[in-house]
């Protein structure tokens, strides 16, 4: 998925010549912190609300703050893990999306973005998440997904998350069994270290909230 794909018509960017009002106003109905401002279709750069009440009065331009701002921002042609790369280092609650001539052509909201992710590691469909912890040495695809297949199991996402500083790594998958125990056995029986399972027949939390847990622990 590229970013052009992920733009939101529905959050509209702030001119130079709108007032600090104005802005304070949009971030509130659209319920986030940041807004894109643009110099007809040249992008200015972001603001956030903090800048907008510490720098600017009500009735001045948003203007004022165009040699002070941050410039983050995608190309529309990289893939939506560019924009996440993004979102993950500055914290922002959008990230604008610019053309290859650099001008602007929309924004990709968390909402969006999280969506997205959520779809690729088929978070809403019913199964299960293993996390196992493993040096990065003896990661095998192959053998992971033969130990799943042998217990009638399909693999439906898998990412790989590396320690820092470490030569450890988690990988965790997702399978299409909402009992993971027979797949969970074979991997303890061939060495493996399950450092967790989320299932959808876990007592008092879905499997949505299993995967927001993991989504969580994991920083992501």
Do not use: C
Request: aromatic share 10%; net charge negative.
């Amino acid at each position: 998925m590229l970013a052009r794909d992920l733009i939101s018509i529905d959050i509209p960017p702030l001119t130079i010549h709108d007032e600090g009002k104005k802005a304070l106003e949009w971030m509130d109905e659209f319920k986030v912190s940041h807004l894109p401002i643009i110099d007809r279709t040249t992008y200015v750069g972001i603001v956030s609300d903090t800048e907008i009440i510490d720098f600017v009065t009500p009735d001045e331009q948003v203007g004022k703050l165009r040699k002070a701002l941050a410039k983050p921002f995608v190309f529309e042609y990289q893939h939506a893990y560019e924009a996440l790369k993004v979102y993950d280092t500055l914290k922002i609650t959008l990230i604008p999306v610019l053309d290859e001539r650099e001008r602007y052509m929309g924004v990709i909201t968390q909402q969006k973005l999280l969506s997205y992710f959520s779809e690729i590691v088929d978070a809403r469909d019913p199964g299960s998440l293993i996390v196992l912890e493993l040096h990065q040495m003896d990661y095998s695809l192959s053998q992971i997904a033969q130990i799943a297949e042998s217990n009638g199991a399909r693999i439906l996402s898998l990412f790989l998350t590396p320690h820092r500083d470490s030569t450890e790594l988690d990988v965790t998958f997702k399978i299409n069994m909402e009992d993971p125990s027979p797949v969970l056995q074979t991997l303890e029986r061939y060495g493996y270290k399950v450092q967790a399972s989320f299932s959808q027949g876990n007592a008092g939390k879905s499997l949505k909230d299993r995967y927001d847990s993991l989504m969580h622990y994991l920083n992501i």
